[in-house]
């Protein structure tokens, strides 16, 4: 089993990142661990110049996405941690399957239309190839399995398809690439804003006081839990009876992620309670789970030595493991490299 997945790097940090994504790679690259197979995380800071961007924030973003994986658990030394742009042979294999992909398959690619949105002309190319660089990251690798958001499973279906094409029209009979499958989480958490529980978290939320950042000290998430936006109904017995109740759901939906347990058994726990017993509860099992990641996070991410140490070594491993694929792909392709 190889792992490979990766997350373009953004700054502000919160709980949402950390549930949505980051605590997923974490596990995997335990589980993975454990029987043999190997992890690859990357920052996608190449897809991230495919919209206008401010150079200084893309690479203070990097080395600040870096931070945080290390803080909440990702180990440089068991999984091979590193930026795109480290690794010509991204952009190289990009170029290559450019040649694969079909102007139809990507005409149908909902996000490109969604980020293009009314301004399709004044797009960049990059935003419209950005699934085939997608497909480059997964398949130089010879993935087996990429972990991705449900937003994300039509770009790996993308990257099957180019597969598929180049290894039939290139591979004679030869599989050049390994077919990645998707792993999209059943129960991907949406963490929502903490004072809107039909918003999602988001760092462009210009209230604070809307998430919990992975800055925050103790006191200022208690304050954070205790000022949530919620409704006076005290807390149901079952799942049920949370429907209309967005807020209400969020906050139990974050502890049940954060208590490894579900929201039937907090419910089981806390049904007939007010949010004056539920806050309590909650700001204190989130304080406990983040006070470590708080910790390193803080520390780690004014130590740029040392995170751009960690991205050099995670490129060192990531350009051995490409290499071997990139030159089967440009043989098979007929280009001659020396
Ligand atoms: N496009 C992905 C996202 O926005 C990030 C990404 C880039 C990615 N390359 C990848 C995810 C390869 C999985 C595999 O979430």
């Not at 870096?66 to 190289?92: K, Y």
């Not at 929502?192 to 988001?202: H, Q, Y």
């Not at 760092?203 to 992975?214: A, Q, V």
């Not at 751009?308 to 990531?318: E, M, N, S, T, V």
């Amino acid at each position: 089993m190889r792992i490979v997945s990766g997350i373009q790097p953004t700054g502000n940090l919160h709980l949402g990142n950390y549930l949505g994504a980051i605590r997923n790679w974490v596990r995997m690259q335990d589980d993975v661990g454990s029987s043999g197979g190997e992890c690859l995380f990357f920052l996608a800071d190449l897809h991230a110049i495919s919209m206008p961007h401010v150079p200084a924030d893309l690479a203070a973003n990097t080395r600040e996405m870096v931070a945080a994986l290390v803080a909440c658990g990702i180990d440089p030394a068991r999984s091979t941690l590193f930026n795109q742009a480290q690794i010509p042979a991204h952009a190289e294999l990009q170029w290559l399957l450019n040649g694969t992909a079909r102007m139809g398959w990507l005409n149908r690619m909902t996000q490109f239309k969604d980020k293009s949105g009314k301004n399709r002309e004044g797009a960049s190319i990059a935003l419209f190839t950005y699934p085939v660089l997608q497909a480059a990251d997964v398949l130089l690798y010879q993935a087996t399995h990429v972990p991705v958001g449900e937003d994300q499973k039509q770009h790996l279906e993308l990257a099957r398809d180019i597969a598929q094409k180049f290894n039939n029209d290139f591979g004679n009979g030869a599989g050049i690439f390994t077919l990645p499958d998707p792993i999209i989480p059943p129960d991907a958490a949406r963490i929502m804003s903490l004072r809107d529980g039909s918003a999602k978290m988001s760092k462009s939320d210009p209230s604070d006081m809307s998430r919990i950042n992975l800055t925050d000290d103790a006191d200022t998430i208690m304050q954070k839990v205790k000022k949530a936006r919620t409704d006076p109904e005290p807390l149901p017995a079952e799942a049920s009876g949370l429907a209309g109740r967005p807020e209400a759901a969020n906050l139990v939906g974050i502890y049940a992620v954060l208590a490894d347990s579900s929201v039937e058994a907090v419910l089981a726990d806390y049904a007939g309670k007010g949010f004056g017993a539920f806050k309590p509860a909650l700001g204190e099992l989130l304080v406990d789970r983040l006070a470590p990641i708080n910790a390193r996070f803080v520390e780690l991410r004014q130590d740029r030595a040392a995170l751009d140490a960690i991205l050099k070594a995670g490129a060192g491993k990531a350009r051995a493991l490409a290499a071997p694929t990139l030159a089967a792909a440009c043989d098979a392709l007929g280009l001659v490299r020396g």
